[in-house]
């Protein structure tokens, strides 16, 4: 099933970079594009096989993330909401899950974890109003989640409220200078109704189902899932400098850019670091994959796993950096892929799972410094 799902992942990539300017111009991938992705199995990859999702392993996650940002960080970013927010069936009561995930396979989930919103207790749910931005997307959607405070209850959690995308208002906000395609417009809700059943707490509930998956910290797995799209995304900056290399000959030389010695120290640094960051990433997914086998994946483990997506996705935004310059003159034309490289792994490091307060967390706990851990 592993094996299928990055296959599959792989045979999509051609058509995903063709339609890359597309969905830059477009602001979001074609829908025909994403149904593709869903049949796929793209957007199930976390939700629960008694549900009809994948449940896969998470290197297999990050594999599929990782291949469809290397043909567009924008698809590989939508890939990586949608199959992460999948998640959320595992904390669902069944049939609540069902109703959302078990009925059809092309659901798509997404949402917004930041508690932007205002949840009043009411009857047996919760009345609810907010706005919630970076809701990628959020137009191909079946539902939309949005993290809320509980009205009155300030000590409470927040919790996730998940609703159909048809009572969720889109708000046009997304022109930017990187992830165009992500489609990551605001999201806002006036005053819905969402039954109890559809809500949860991802810092105070416990999943509902068993298995490996389900024992990952869900903040650590998003933080891995966006250094996958920076690692793919900085795989593709190399190629593309590669390539340009084999063939561009600058103004007032007569060599090319592959037989200058800058140049081929410059591709080999990057080509290591890119190399070293993707194997440590590997490396903390397979130590936290088999502790979880058998039991919660303790806190050290954790702060590994969000240290080694912090260090990825820098390393990732390095590399670019350094092909980007590399390519020279070239590379500033909205027609070189390393230009979209460029803005879309420095939209990346902007989410705040990979930020510097990430390399703090990490560090306090290594320093064993009293934090707090929740969001770990």
């Not at 291949?67 to 939508?78: E, P, Q, R």
């Not at 959607?141 to 159909?164: D, F, H, T, V, Y």
């Amino acid at each position: 099933m592993a094996s299928s799902l990055v296959s599959a992942a792989r045979s999509l990539a051609p058509r995903v970079r063709d339609a890359a300017a597309e969905t830059e111009r477009a602001r979001r991938v074609a829908l025909p594009l994403v149904e593709t992705m869903a049949a796929a199995g793209m957007f199930r990859v976390c939700v629960p096989r008694d549900l009809g999702g994948e449940e896969a392993d998470v290197t297999t996650l990050l594999e599929v993330i990782e291949t469809l940002a290397h043909a567009d960080g924008s698809a590989g970013w939508i890939v990586m909401i949608g199959a992460t927010t999948g998640l959320l069936a595992a904390y669902l009561p069944r049939d609540a899950a069902h109703e959302i995930y078990g009925r059809s396979p092309a659901v798509i989930t997404g949402g917004v974890f930041a508690p932007r919103g205002i949840a009043t207790p009411e009857g047996a749910g919760y009345r609810v109003r907010g706005r919630w931005p970076f809701a990628s997307g959020c137009q191909h959607a079946s539902w939309l989640a949005g993290g809320c405070m509980i009205a009155g209850e300030p000590a409470r959690p927040p919790r996730m409220m998940l609703l159909p995308a048809g009572e969720v208002d889109i708000i046009d906000t997304w022109t930017v200078s990187g992830l165009c395609g992500s489609g990551s417009h605001d999201i806002a809700v006036a005053d819905r109704f969402v039954p109890a059943s559809r809500s949860v707490s991802l810092v105070a509930d416990r999943p509902l189902c068993e298995g490996t998956l389900y024992r990952f910290p869900v903040f650590g797995l998003l933080a891995l899932g966006i250094a996958a799209v920076a690692l793919g995304i900085a795989r593709r900056a190399v190629d593309e400098l590669v390539a340009l290399a084999a063939a561009k000959v600058p103004a007032l030389s007569q060599r090319r850019l592959a037989e200058r010695s800058a140049i081929q120290m410059e591709v080999a640094r990057a080509e290591a670091m890119l190399q070293a960051a993707r194997a440590y990433l590997f490396e903390r997914v397979a130590s936290a994959t088999a502790a979880a086998a058998h039991a919660d994946i303790a806190t050290g483990e954790r702060a590994a796993l969000r240290l080694a997506a912090s260090h990825a996705t820098a390393s990732a935004a390095s590399v670019v950096d350094r092909m980007y310059e590399a390519a020279g003159g070239t590379a500033i034309y909205a027609t070189s892929p390393l230009q979209r490289c460029f803005r879309d792994v420095h939209a990346v490091t902007q989410h705040v799972m990979v930020a510097p307060t990430a390399w703090e967390l990490a560090g306090r706990v290594l320093l064993g410094v009293d934090t707090d851990t929740s969001m770990l």
